[in-house]
């Protein structure tokens, strides 16, 4: 297994312009995560997925937008890149567990963004 | 709401010396507790969860933690650390009473390795 993968892994935006950060998992998790880290701050919840269709807002979802198509597919969107998006983004993935405990979750490696 | 305090930001220790890192918590219930560590560069990778039974657990690279409902905390531990073992570390605690898929994180404490 791959596990949590991540494109690309650094990225140089312009103020105003839009990308897609990519994020794949091959463990047929059902949970999916999209967290921000800045210096000091620990790791911010953006945006996440319970399941294919399903998404909910985080702690810091302004200026982000997700889907989740597929099972294995949860991208991010930046409609209008802000100075304040410049940031380290981790994309996570946990299996659910239907007995209502609560199962660990697996981080990508991360895609280091600049936005000047 | 939940919430992680890592009180220290940054900690240093001599290659071999014993290790301690703070974690207290805010949870309204039983929580689910985990430390994560994240070398330069890299992704947080899980070294160790408590969610109930046993409140000291064992990790991975000889790493441990004690649950202590009634201080809220979940300290790591190490009794000789290595040079490898310079990184940051992340207290997190979950899930979230409103449920779905958030992972409350501490700020982390950096920890440097003196050879």
């Known amino acids: 297994n791959a596990g949590v993968t991540q494109t690309p892994k650094f990225q140089v935006l312009k103020t105003g312009q839009s990308m897609t950060l990519q994020c794949a998992q091959d463990?047929?998790?059902?949970?999916m995560s999209w967290y921000r880290q800045d210096p000091g701050m620990g790791l911010r919840l953006i945006h996440y997925?319970?399941?294919?269709?399903?998404?909910d807002q985080g702690e810091v979802p302004n200026g982000y937008n997700v889907s989740r198509s597929t099972t294995e597919d949860f991208p991010l969107r930046l409609l209008s890149a802000a100075p304040s998006q410049t940031s380290v983004y981790f994309c996570?993935?946990?299996?659910?567990?239907?007995?209502?405990?609560?199962?660990?979750?697996?981080f990508g490696p991360g895609t280091r963004l600049t936005v000047l | 709401a939940q919430s992680v305090t890592q009180p220290d930001i940054h900690i240093t220790v001599s290659e071999g010396a014993s290790l301690e890192l703070r974690c207290n918590y805010s949870y309204g219930a039983t929580p689910y507790l985990f430390w994560y560590v994240q070398s330069p560069g890299q992704g947080l990778q899980l070294l160790l969860k408590?969610?109930?039974?046993?409140?000291l657990v064992q990790g991975i690279k000889g790493f441990e933690a004690e649950f202590k409902r009634s201080q809220s905390s979940f300290n790591l531990r190490k009794p000789s650390v290595h040079w490898s073992d310079a990184a940051e570390y992340f207290c997190a605690v979950g899930p979230s009473t409103g449920g779905g898929n958030k992972l409350t994180f501490g700020t982390g404490t950096q920890l440097k390795v003196e050879l």
């Open positions: 997925s319970v399941g294919a269709g399903i998404t």
């Open positions: 463990m047929n998790h059902e949970y």
């Open positions: 408590y969610f109930s039974g046993d409140t």
């Open positions: 996570a993935s946990r299996r659910g567990a239907g007995d209502g405990s609560y199962n660990e979750q697996f």
